[in-house]
């Protein structure tokens, strides 16, 4: 019986791996007819000169939560407003900052007290009063002041209700956008004929690149350790990934970090929920849901492009908070939506992605590990047929690291400007040595914060929202060299949320 | 006696038979492992030599650009702002162009890129005769019809931008066979060339019944710089009634209004009026009473306002802005009526915003309602009144 459970286990754990290998193949080669069609139709200069003369330009509302963010706010919004867009505005919501995130705001802005007539659309913490620069120069500047709401989603809601235009960009303030951005993201709501509720763009690391006033200068991948491999993963999930699940549009999430939303359907939807661990993933998933219930044909696209640059958790500390959290929101959110699992009336999302979601993101740490403890037991045993092991052990590895070629063979296509130094140490070559050290120095650690967020989630242990720190633009150490700081940051994120209040 | 058995090819085919059969003695979770292990090795290796090809392509591009730039582009620029004209000859003299040796494929490619971004940076002070000579100069024109006809898909659709985008012109023959392309991106955009730059019947697209099908709304903002483009180069716009009026295509009747209201064709104005009460396109409606309320098209006003009670909230408050823009002083006490029975915030400050901007009488009337006004709406004049975050609206209207 033991012998059988093993066997079955072993052969389960292979054609579960093989299936998965299957399944990104088929997301590498999806993704990569998505990016020829995308780059081959797209001319931004052309886009820009029909855009700026038009009177039919669609507005854009960029809405950045803050709290707490005394450090780096300034320079942020500097970078915010001087995007390349002929119609947008930014919607800056301090969130019950404690520090002097307002007053910094206020004196750099020359802001007043407004008597804006707002309407709770979506729901969020009281806002205690609306701010607008006295400055002609800032008019497309509005700063909400609202009481704490602990969470991201409550922020991005309030600035929902104020927002003007008919998308909005939910972006955070450490967040530095790329130019062109709004022209890249507004250019796949204009170019199809099917009603577009949402645009995912790429976004990478921040560390290692050089930015002054807020611009990217020098586009690097990250040198120390943690966010070189996030880049990885970042890459391998909008490129791969993400590209792939949207050339049959079936995207899992818009990252809260930097994506691109129609805000009436957002308001809809009843826009964030602020009890969510994964409010970008639910609110997605609530959106399709609200157009499949319709009936109405929509399209979530994904820009292969960089659009914005974050800076990534730089320790081992701070990732595990992230990933646990993730892992949180995901489990949390398989559950709220279980009844599209498998429903042929959502279609792809409810017969792909969601089954795909909940076997190969939310079950693979604990197959993984259900293996690891079996490979022990083997050796403890004594029988082992090692030159299987090893076969299947190279097959997975060499596989991980085809698929980091084709990542950087994908970043080099669309116009990555890592293509400058392909052969230095800024380029690919970096990406390529993190590929081979990943499965060994990486994603064990992602597995076990994701069973830890799996465990805490079930164990219903009190769970917060804590320090985020953020290095800002100065960078450590080892990255000084390469940032321009426009102002040195140490951002905080304090984000509390009780168990309790859920 | 020679012991020599193989020769050549021979080792290739015996090593390939020897690990084939010692392959099929494996079992299958080997065979598997293995087939995926040597697929990937292959196609990485094909990757990074296809990153290497482009990398080298790059390269050169840059050197062709580098060369380009260096021969022509002080000369080139001289030359597009120069107030006096020069002849194609002159051009080809003082560029030392040889037309023996025309510059390649790809050259022309990358020097139409080139000319397009002389046109961004020196877009006030270009002299177009000499802009267009310069093209003639260097033969693009017959190039464009090339790509056109016989290039990539892809760069058959950036010529067609290309050629707007430069204004200039091609044969209606070239443009022809790409109206009817399988490819819906450059069947478009070449729609878009020959609306664009043709003569004989160039509006014959919006005939077709599954026009909207395939309509996005980056073919307003491309129709709307077609109609602006036309007019810029003394060519007639078309008669936009006769497709709002048409029974099929509702989704591209609110633009056609839209673009009545822009180029202020006040002749249309009693079909769109009739049009208004017909149509069951609400969109359309909506745009109908703006066009109307901004070429203060006055004999509309008195049937507009009947109307009201009956519309959709998104209706109302689009007649609201277009009375407030008739300005004919006659619908004061629309406004306030419509300020008080409004049950939508969005009209009921709508209805405010028109009263605030109808003149002295309007301005009156809105502050002896802000007197009277309860607690909960005390807000909405304040906003209406606040020049900050008017300033705002003002620049989104």
């Known amino acids: ?502 | 006696m020679n012991n020599t058995i193989l020769y050549g090819f021979d080792y290739i085919l015996y090593y390939y038979y020897y690990y084939y059969n010692v392959f099929i003695g494996y079992p299958l979770v080997v065979k598997i492992s293995i087939f995926v292990i040597l697929v990937s090795i292959l196609i990485s290796a094909i990757l990074f030599i296809e990153i290497l090809i482009l990398y080298m392509g790059k390269i050169r591009d840059r050197k062709i650009l580098h060369y380009l730039k260096v021969t022509y582009r002080d000369k080139i620029k001289i030359i597009a702002v120069d107030p006096v004209v020069h002849s194609v000859e002159d051009i080809i003299v003082s560029l030392n162009y040889d037309k023996k040796k025309p510059l390649g494929v790809k050259q022309k490619r990358l020097f139409t890129g080139l000319l397009a971004l002389f046109k961004v940076e020196l877009s006030e002070r270009l002299n177009r005769t000499n802009y267009h000579n310069i093209i003639l100069a260097f033969d693009l024109i017959p190039f464009f019809e090339r790509e056109i006809q016989f290039a990539k898909p892809r760069y058959r659709m950036r010529m067609l931008m290309w050629i707007r985008y430069l204004e200039e012109s091609v044969s209606s023959v070239v443009l022809i066979p790409q109206l009817y392309n399988r490819n819906p991106q450059i069947r478009k955009a070449a729609q878009a060339t020959f609306m664009w730059d043709s003569s004989a019947d160039p509006f014959r697209f919006f005939d077709n019944a599954d026009f909207d099908s395939n309509f996005r709304p980056w073919d307003k903002i491309d129709i709307h710089n077609i109609f602006e483009n036309r007019l810029r180069w003394n060519k007639n716009i078309p008669n936009v009634t006769q497709w709002i009026r048409a029974p099929k295509n509702e989704i591209v009747k609110p633009l056609f209004a839209c673009e009545i209201r822009y180029w202020h064709k006040k002749d249309e104005c009693p079909y769109l009026l009739d049009t208004f009460f017909e149509t069951n396109n609400m969109e359309l409606r909506c745009e109908i009473a703006k066009t109307l309320g901004y070429m203060k098209y006055v004999e509309a006003e008195q049937k507009l306002i009947s109307s009201y009670t009956a519309q959709p909230e998104k209706v109302k408050q689009a007649v609201i802005s277009s009375v407030t823009m008739m300005q004919s002083g006659l619908s004061l006490s629309f406004l306030c009526s419509a300020y008080f029975d409004a049950v939508d915030i969005s009209t009921k400050m709508a209805a405010l915003e028109g009263l605030f901007d109808y003149g002295t009488q309007g301005r009156h009337e809105f502050e002896l309602l802000e007197l009277r006004a309860d607690m909960a709406d005390v807000i909405l004049f304040e906003h209406i009144k606040n020049p900050l975050i008017n300033q705002q609206k003002r620049e989104i209207a």
């Open chain 1, 1 to 502: 019986m033991k012998n059988f459970i093993f066997d079955f286990y072993g052969y389960f754990v292979f054609f579960y791996s093989l299936l998965l290998i299957l399944i990104y193949t088929l997301c590498m080669v999806a993704s990569f007819i998505n990016q020829r069609r995308e780059k081959f139709f797209f001319s931004i200069s052309y886009i820009k000169k029909l855009l700026t003369d038009s009177p039919y330009t669609p507005g854009i509302s960029i809405v950045v939560p803050a709290f707490n963010e005394e450090n780096s706010v300034i320079a942020n919004v500097k970078s915010m407003l001087s995007v390349d867009y002929p119609k947008f505005e930014v919607i800056i919501v301090n969130d019950g900052s404690t520090d002097f995130t307002l007053d910094k705001l206020i004196s750099s802005f020359d802001l007043v007290e407004v008597p804006f007539a707002y309407r709770e659309l979506v729901k969020s913490a009281p806002v205690r009063r609306i701010l607008k620069s006295r400055q002609k120069a800032y008019s497309i500047l509005t700063v909400v002041d609202k009481e704490n709401g602990g969470t991201k989603a409550d922020a991005s809601n309030a600035g929902i209700n104020v927002a003007q235009y008919p998308y909005f960009i939910d972006t955070d303030v450490d967040c530095i956008i790329e130019k062109n951005a709004l022209y890249r993201l507004i250019w796949p709501v204009l170019s199809n004929h099917k009603k577009v509720i949402a645009v995912s763009a790429t976004m990478m690391m921040s560390q290692g690149s050089r930015f002054v006033d807020g611009r990217m200068q020098y586009e690097r991948v990250p040198h120390s350790l943690y966010p070189l491999f996030q880049e990885l993963e970042y890459m391998r999930s909008y490129l791969v990934g993400k590209m792939g699940w949207a050339s049959i549009n079936a995207i899992s999430n818009v990252s809260g970090g930097f994506g691109f939303f129609d805000r009436e359907i957002v308001i809809a939807v009843g826009g964030y929920d602020s009890n969510s661990f994964a409010e970008d993933m639910d609110l997605i998933i609530r959106m399709v849901k609200y157009m499949r219930e319709l009936g109405i044909p929509y399209k979530i696209p994904q820009i292969p492009e960089t659009c914005c640059w974050t800076e990534g958790p730089s320790n081992l500390v701070l990732l595990g908070r992230q990933r646990t959290r993730w892992a949180r929101g995901l489990i949390q959110w398989s559950f709220i939506h279980h009844k599209i699992i498998l429903n042929p009336r959502y279609r792809q999302v409810g017969m792909l992605l969601m089954p795909y979601m909940l076997l190969f993101e939310l079950l693979a740490p604990f197959i993984e590990v259900g293996g690891f403890g079996m490979f022990i037991w083997l050796i403890l045993t004594n029988s082992v047929n090692w030159t299987t092991v090893w076969v299947i052990f190279l097959m997975i590895y060499f596989f991980c690291l085809f698929q980091s070629t084709v990542i950087c063979f994908f970043s080099y296509f669309v116009g990555s400007t890592y293509r400058r130094y392909v052969f230095a140490r800024e380029g690919y070559i970096l990406l390529v040595i993190a590929a081979m050290l990943e499965p060994f120095l990486y994603h064990p650690f992602i597995t076990f914060f994701s069973l830890k967020g799996f465990f805490s989630y079930f164990t219903k242990r009190n769970f917060k929202w804590k320090n985020m720190s953020h290095k800002g633009f100065e960078g450590d150490e080892e990255n000084k060299s390469v940032f321009v700081p426009a102002e040195n940051a140490t951002i905080s994120v304090v984000m509390q949320k009780k168990e309790g209040e859920l």
